[in-house]
């Protein structure tokens, strides 16, 4: 891409976004992604409309961001991009979440995990399937839960203090 319009908008979104000007950043990410839309770059214009949705989720815009980022799985998914089709899945989650339309947030939650172990994201994978883990303890479905947490945990490749902790407390009581 030879415009430097759109990259530059992401530059001024992230700046915004860091310095907690936040409506400034869903107006940046807005204009970043209409800019690569025109580009014909799709990828990086699906991937502006979920930093524009996980922005307008931290203003509890939780409607607008599920308008904006559902879709754009299927952009990545066609492109063979399983990591970002998983990150969008989670956003999508996220949004769902919000709205407590818990039942479909769980679904979300658990294509990105496969799209994520697709990607081989173990990382990624575990921070969604220990969300999905909460979701399951709020329906108190706690086998699921815990079922949830175990398979996070596994795929964790450098896991944290934490993670070590909650993984073998995981595994005791199973």
């Known amino acids: 891409m030879n415009d430097p319009a759109p990259q530059s908008s992401v530059e001024l979104a992230q700046r915004r976004y860091r310095e907690g000007d936040l409506a400034g950043a869903v107006e940046a990410f807005q204009q970043a992604s209409q800019a690569y839309a025109a580009a014909g770059e799709a990828l990086m214009a699906a991937e502006m409309r979920n930093n524009q949705a996980v922005t307008l989720l931290r203003l509890k815009k939780a409607e607008e961001a599920l308008a904006l980022v559902q879709g754009t799985e299927r952009i990545f998914a066609e492109a063979g991009d399983a990591r970002r089709e998983g990150m969008a899945l989670a956003n999508t989650a996220s949004a769902l979440e919000s709205l407590r339309r818990t039942g479909e947030a ?5 294509r990105s995990a496969e799209a994520l172990e697709r990607a081989d994201e ?15 303890l709020r329906r108190l479905k706690f086998y699921d839960a815990v079922l949830a947490l175990q398979s996070g945990l596994a795929g964790v490749k450098n896991p944290t203090a934490r993670q070590r902790c909650m993984k073998k407390i995981v595994y005791f009581h199973l």
Do not use: F
């Open 106 to 110: 769980i679904e979300a939650y658990r």
């Open 122 to 136: 173990g990382d990624l994978r575990g921070e969604v399937m220990q969300l999905l883990s909460m979701l399951y």
